[in-house]
C-alpha cells in the first residue's frame, strides 16, 4: 500500500498504480462529489472505472465505502484501488512543454502577487490569453512556468490580446471552481482605465446596450443588437479630460460580455484610443500619441478561499503612461476610485446567483422559435404562452390589464369556438365587470392606471 499525506492543501499521487493508493482530501476540494474529485486528480481514470470501484466496494472514505456521488470534507482520507490508469499513448498525461529561458523570465516578470490559490499576472499588451489560429505565444502557453508540485495552474478569466493588465490565474482546480463562480456571478469587481476620443457629455453613468456577435466575422467582432443582443452594463466616469481632444474614463463592467467596454465606448460616440477595430481610423489620435490600444485592467477586488478578498492593482504599461503624461494628465489623480468594499453578504451572492442563472437560460436559448400565443394571430418570442383556462397574467400586448379585463381574460381563453354559449375571446377583454352604464350616463369607472382614491383634479392615465 503507498500512503501520501501531505499538507492538506494538495491531493498526494500515486507513483505506482499496481498498490492501493491513500490520498488526503486538501482544502480545495471541500464539498466535492467523489467522481468530480477523480476528474480533477486522477482524470485518467474513467468515470466507468469510478462506478464500478464504488459498486464493489473498493472505494473506501475514512474507512467506509463510498460512492460516486459522495461529498467530500477536507482531512478525508481516499482508499483508490490499483489499476484504471490509460497506457502510454492512449490518453495518459502528456508531457509538459519545455519553457524556454526567455519564456521563463517574462513569465516570471508579470507577477504581482501569489499565493496557495491565486497567481496574479499583470500581462502585458499584445500577449494573447489563449491560443488560436496562428497564434503561438500566450498566456496559456506559459502556466507550466508556475507548476510547482500539483497540477497545472489554469486559466479562470481572459483579457482581450491587446488589453493590459490585472489577469488572475487559479493554481488548483479547487480555487478555479471558486473564482469562476465569482467571476460568473458578477461579485468580483473589475476597474478599468482607458483613453477614449473626444469627451462624453455626461460625464458619469450607465451604458446598458445588449450586445451580439455581428453576422459575417465569423463571431470575431461584436455589434449593439437591440432585438437578440445579451444584456450588457457598463458604469463609466470621467477621471480628466484634455481640452476636446481627449478624456481619460474609469470604466467598471457589470457584465462580461465579448469586447464589451469597446462595443460600448464606441457606440456612444468615444470609441478607445488605438481600437481601429470598433472605432475605425477616428480611433488614432494625431500626434506622438501611440497607435496601441489605451484599454488596460487597472485593479481587481475578488472574494478569496482564505476569506479575505484579494484586492490587486497593475502599474500601466509604457505607452499608455506616455500617452497621460503627453495629455497632461497625472495618474495619481486615477487613483480616486470608489473604494466601496465589495458586499459578499448572502443576500447579495444569492441575488448574483439568480441574475447568472437567468442570463445562462437566455444564452442557451440560442435561436428562439415564434409562436402564436393568441387565436388572432399575435406573434410572441421567447415566452411560453399562456396554457388554455390558465390565470391570466394581468398582461397584453406589454400594457396592464384592468382587474376585470383580466378575470374576463382568464375565462374567456381556451374556449372552443362554435361551442353553444361560447362568445369570442376577443371581445371579453376590457369590459367593465357589473351591468352596463345607462345611455348618456358618464362612466362611473376610472380609466386604467389611475390609483385608487385619488383625488380629484389629479392626473389619470397619460401624463
Do not use: C
Not at 190 to 203: C, R
Not at 425 to 453: C, E
Amino acid at each position: 500500500m503507498t500512503t501520501y499525506d501531505p499538507t492538506g492543501d494538495k491531493p498526494g499521487r500515486a507513483d505506482n498504480s499496481d498498490s492501493v493508493r491513500q490520498f488526503t482530501v486538501g482544502r480545495d476540494d471541500e464539498g466535492v462529489r467523489l467522481d468530480r474529485w477523480f476528474k480533477r486528480h486522477l482524470p485518467n481514470v474513467g468515470f466507468a472505472m469510478v462506478s464500478r470501484w464504488a459498486r464493489t466496494g473498493q472505494l473506501r472514505v475514512d474507512g467506509k465505502r463510498a460512492d460516486v456521488d459522495t461529498r467530500l470534507a477536507a482531512g478525508q482520507v481516499l482508499r483508490v484501488p490499483p489499476g484504471g490508469e490509460a497506457k502510454p499513448g492512449l490518453g495518459g498525461d502528456q508531457p509538459r512543454r519545455e519553457l524556454t529561458e526567455a519564456e521563463i523570465e517574462l513569465a516570471d516578470s508579470m507577477v504581482l502577487t501569489q499565493d496557495r490559490a491565486a497567481i496574479v499576472l499583470n500581462k502585458p499588451p499584445g500577449l494573447a490569453t489563449q491560443g488560436g489560429s496562428g497564434m503561438k505565444e500566450h498566456v496559456d502557453g506559459l502556466l507550466d512556468a508556475y507548476v510547482e508540485k500539483g497540477p497545472r495552474p489554469r486559466l479562470v478569466h481572459r483579457l482581450d490580446k491587446d488589453t493590459s493588465g490585472v489577469l488572475l490565474i487559479a493554481r488548483t482546480p479547487g480555487s478555479a471552481a471558486f473564482f469562476s463562480k465569482r467571476f460568473s456571478g458578477r461579485t468580483a469587481k473589475k476597474i478599468y482605465w482607458a483613453l477614449v476620443v473626444g469627451v462624453p457629455d455626461i460625464h458619469e453613468g450607465l451604458i446598458e446596450l445588449p450586445l451580439a456577435k455581428q453576422p459575417g466575422t465569423g463571431g470575431e467582432k461584436m455589434h449593439v443588437d437591440e432585438k437578440e443582443g445579451q444584456t450588457a452594463r457598463t458604469r463609466y466616469r470621467v477621471i480628466d479630460r484634455a481640452g476636446n481632444r481627449a478624456a481619460w474614463v474609469e470604466l467598471h463592467p457589470l457584465t462580461g460580455r465579448t469586447h464589451q467596454l469597446r462595443v460600448h465606448m464606441a457606440a456612444i460616440g468615444h470609441p478607445i484610443v488605438g481600437d481601429g477595430k470598433y472605432g475605425g481610423q477616428e480611433a488614432f489620435l494625431t500626434g506622438s500619441i501611440s497607435r496601441k490600444m489605451h484599454l488596460h485592467a487597472r485593479r481587481l477586488i475578488i472574494e478569496h478561499p482564505d476569506g479575505v478578498p484579494l484586492d490587486v492593482t497593475a502599474p500601466l504599461p509604457e505607452h499608455f503612461a506616455n500617452s497621460l503624461d503627453q495629455l497632461g494628465f497625472v495618474e495619481s489623480e486615477g487613483e480616486m476610485i470608489d473604494d466601496t468594499p465589495v458586499d459578499f453578504s448572502k443576500e447579495e451572492r444569492k441575488k448574483a446567483a439568480k441574475q447568472h442563472a437567468k442570463e445562462y437560460r437566455k444564452e442557451r436559448r440560442g435561436e428562439r422559435r415564434k409562436r402564436t400565443d393568441s387565436p388572432t394571430g399575435q406573434v410572441r418570442s421567447g415566452k411560453p404562452t399562456a396554457k388554455a383556462g390558465s390565470k391570466a397574467t394581468g398582461k397584453l400586448g406589454g400594457k396592464p390589464l384592468s382587474k376585470s379585463a383580466g378575470k374576463s381574460a382568464g375565462k374567456s381563453v381556451g374556449k372552443a369556438p362554435g361551442k353553444p354559449g361560447s362568445k369570442p375571446a376577443g371581445k371579453s377583454f376590457g369590459k367593465p365587470a357589473g351591468k352596463p352604464a345607462r345611455a348618456g350616463a358618464s362612466p362611473a369607472r376610472k380609466p386604467a392606471g389611475a390609483p385608487r382614491g385619488a383625488p380629484r383634479g389629479a392626473p389619470r392615465g397619460r401624463s
